[in-house]
C-alpha cells in the first residue's frame, strides 16, 4: 500500500505561513489525486485544497488566496503553503491520496499534523 508521512506543522502567530510536507512511499500506480483535509474539535473533516493528475487545483473558499497546493512528482511529494494564517485555520491537517486505476481506486491518509495560529 501508499504510505503518507507528514510534516511541516507547528505553532504560529495569525499572519504567519506554514509549509505542510506529504511523502508518499510504497507501492504507487498511477495518483489520480491528492489533497489536503483538516479536522478541528467537534468537527467535520474539510477539504481544504486538491491537485489532480494534470495539475489542476481546487480549494475550499476559506483558503482561497492564501493556501496553495503544489507537488513534486519526482519526489513523490505534495505541499500545501499557507500564507496569512488565521486561528480558524487551526486544525489537524491530513494529507490523502487517491491512485490505482478506474475499475479499482484506493485512498490513503497521512498520519496528520497540527497547525495552531495564535491570535
Known amino acids: 500500500q501508499v504510505q503518507l508521512v507528514e510534516s511541516g506543522g507547528g505553532l504560529v502567530q495569525a499572519g504567519g505561513s506554514l509549509r505542510l510536507s506529504c511523502a508518499a512511499s510504497?507501492?504507487?500506480?498511477?495518483?489520480?489525486?491528492m489533497g489536503w483535509y483538516r479536522q478541528a474539535p467537534g468537527k467535520e473533516r474539510e477539504l481544504v485544497a486538491t491537485i489532480i493528475s494534470r495539475g489542476s487545483t481546487n480549494y475550499a473558499d476559506s483558503v482561497k488566496g492564501r493556501f496553495t497546493i503544489s507537488r513534486d512528482n519526482a519526489k513523490n511529494t505534495v505541499y500545501l503553503q499557507m500564507n496569512s494564517l488565521k486561528p480558524e485555520d487551526t486544525a489537524v491537517y491530513y494529507c490523502?491520496?487517491?491512485?490505482?486505476?478506474?475499475?479499482?481506486?484506493?485512498?490513503?491518509w497521512g498520519q496528520g499534523t497540527q497547525v495552531t495560529v495564535s491570535s
Open positions: 510504497g507501492s504507487i500506480l498511477s495518483i489520480n489525486a
Open positions: 490523502n491520496v487517491v491512485y490505482g486505476t478506474s475499475g479499482q481506486l484506493f485512498s490513503s
